[in-house]
């Protein structure tokens, strides 16, 4: 994934409307986390799939088989410029419906759920 610049035009899920879409239990919508394991073991928010950017490498190929490229997509990361990069490669990739969560798991510790440990 390093290397590529991608120009796809991307659309942006708040936290706070993210935080109504999880608990409405929606089971259609994908929750991806691209952060590493070190920053899962501080913070994480129930439901999401760790696909970690610096492991690429052992899924990119599978992503196909994982998640339903027309399913809504929403991509989490600590501040929102990895899934900025996630979300632009899934774009390219035929994913129809892909959202980057503005301000990453930083903003949804802050504006939704402070019992969420920042780092």
């Not at 935080?19 to 590493?36: F, M, P, Y």
């Not at 799939?49 to 599978?62: H, I, M, R, T, Y």
């Not at 399913?71 to 390219?92: D, K, N, P, Y």
Request: glycine letters at 6%; charged letters at 15%; proline letters at 5%.
């Amino acid at each position: 994934m390093t290397g590529n610049t991608f120009s796809q035009p991307m659309n942006h899920i708040s936290v706070k409307k993210l935080a109504q879409r999880l608990s409405s239990s929606d089971v259609s919508i994908q929750l991806v986390d691209v952060r590493e394991p070190e920053e899962l073991a501080i913070a994480s928010i129930e439901g999401f799939v760790n696909l970690p950017l610096s492991q690429f490498a052992e899924w990119g190929d599978k992503v196909p088989t994982l998640f339903n490229a027309q399913a809504e997509t929403f991509v989490l990361c600590h501040h929102g410029i990895r899934s900025a990069q996630m979300c632009q490669w899934l774009i390219a990739q035929g994913f129809t419906n892909v959202q980057n969560i503005s301000g990453g798991i930083d903003a949804y510790s802050l504006l939704v759920d402070p019992s969420i440990p920042q780092y």
